[in-house]
């Protein structure tokens, strides 16, 4: 168990398979690590797991001593629901899963970036062949290949969970105590064609109250992506109200290349989210079979890349992130060093133009004095 103190706000715990009665073996079939955000009077659970498609499950309790409980038998047999919980169980508030279910390619023969009927067969991710999970501090990295496949021979499909400040990498997303970052990237996976375009299925999974509304918010403030002015954020909420439960908020802006830069910039789109099948979600993902009874779904795409973008091939290297959260999202403010340029770009002609309206004043005034002065002779 590694714990680690964040901004004096909460104390972060990270445990890789907790409860696993042989800590010098894995888990038959992908693992499960555990971040545990404790605060003053409640707690933040990130669980992140392997087993099947891979899932990040974020469950907000109103106490500071809530735990997990695993029955690795039934876990690791992924048919019964119940067999993770956090306890006690009255004290959740909220509890959202999202899934990285599938992995969609498609021939842009027409380079219109629309997928349409020439789809190729999707890559289950459920089915990936997942290696162990890679620690570093309260980060993670897990890489897979699809099995039997030589598309995936030199290349792999990763995700890194990671938390706490904003972000190094582009496109430097401000994530804070109750959200965690998860970076997608495909790299050195063979196209099936050579004008191939792909998309990422997401499932967000809820009890009563899961992610229903895609917001795109638009701000002036590019500091942090240069060009990019709008937020995407699917939102949860409980029904007809505007308080936020949970999100998964995004910039519309993928990498096409290691250095991620302005000159390796792609745009993506996402599509209109769509009730998903229950069971196939649970079927697929270990960790929400685990945890719900009765899930609902809801599915969305993202896709990369416009018309007369470059595609995959040129690089054969795509990076995407995602933050998810409880709570309203982080909002983008201007830095103090932004506010200091603005103060003396707008304050500066300000000045100068109160200066020069009172020299004009002052001369005025000087000669009506000078004219109605009459010499005595």
């Excluded at 990130?46 to 309790?61: D, K, N, Y």
């Excluded at 309260?138 to 990763?158: E, Q």
């Excluded at 054969?316 to 103060?343: C, D, K, N, Q, Y």
């Amino acid at each position: 168990v590694l714990i680690f103190s964040v901004n004096l706000i909460c104390v972060l715990s990270v445990e890789l398979n907790p409860g696993w009665p042989s800590p010098s073996s894995r888990p038959p079939n992908g693992e499960l690590l555990h971040v545990r955000a404790v605060g003053d009077n409640d707690t933040l659970h990130f669980l992140f797991c392997s087993q099947g498609a891979p899932t990040l499950l974020l469950v907000h309790t109103n106490t500071s001593s809530s735990s997990l409980k695993v029955n690795w038998k039934e876990f690791v047999s992924r048919n019964v629901s119940g067999s993770l919980k956090v306890e006690p169980e009255s004290s959740v508030l909220y509890s959202s899963a999202t899934v990285f279910s599938r992995l969609l390619e498609y021939d842009d023969v027409n380079n219109t970036a629309e997928p349409t009927s020439d789809l190729f067969p999707p890559y289950e991710l459920g089915s990936f062949l997942w290696s162990r999970l890679v620690l570093s501090g309260p980060s993670a990295r897990l890489c897979g290949v699809a099995p039997d496949n030589a598309t995936f021979a030199n290349g792999s499909l990763c995700l890194c969970l990671g938390r706490g400040g904003r972000a190094e990498s582009w496109p430097r997303l401000l994530h804070t105590a109750n959200s965690s970052q998860v970076e997608v990237w495909l790299d050195g996976v063979l196209p099936r064609a050579t004008q191939s375009r792909f998309l990422l299925e997401l499932q967000a999974v809820g009890g009563a109250y899961r992610p229903s509304r895609v917001e795109v918010q638009r701000s002036i403030d590019d500091e942090f992506t240069p060009s990019i002015f709008k937020v995407s954020r699917w939102l949860s909420s409980e029904n007809g109200s505007s308080e936020i439960l949970g999100f998964l908020q995004w910039k519309p802006v993928a990498s096409r290349g290691r250095d991620s830069s302005v000159e390796n910039a792609t745009p993506c789109h996402h599509s209109a989210p769509r009730p998903q099948s229950s069971e196939d979600t649970a079927r697929a993902s270990g960790l929400v079979r685990a945890f719900y009874a009765e899930p609902q779904t809801v599915g969305l795409n993202v896709s990369f890349g416009l018309a007369g973008d470059p595609f995959y091939n040129s690089t054969r290297f795509l990076r995407w992130t995602v933050l998810i959260g409880s709570g309203s999202p982080p909002v983008e403010s201007f830095s103090p060093l932004v506010l200091a340029i603005m103060a003396v770009g707008l304050g500066t002609p300000m000045i100068l133009l109160v200066l020069g309206g009172v020299y004009v004043c002052i001369r005025k005034r000087v000669a009506v004095t000078a004219a109605a002065y009459q010499p005595i002779n």
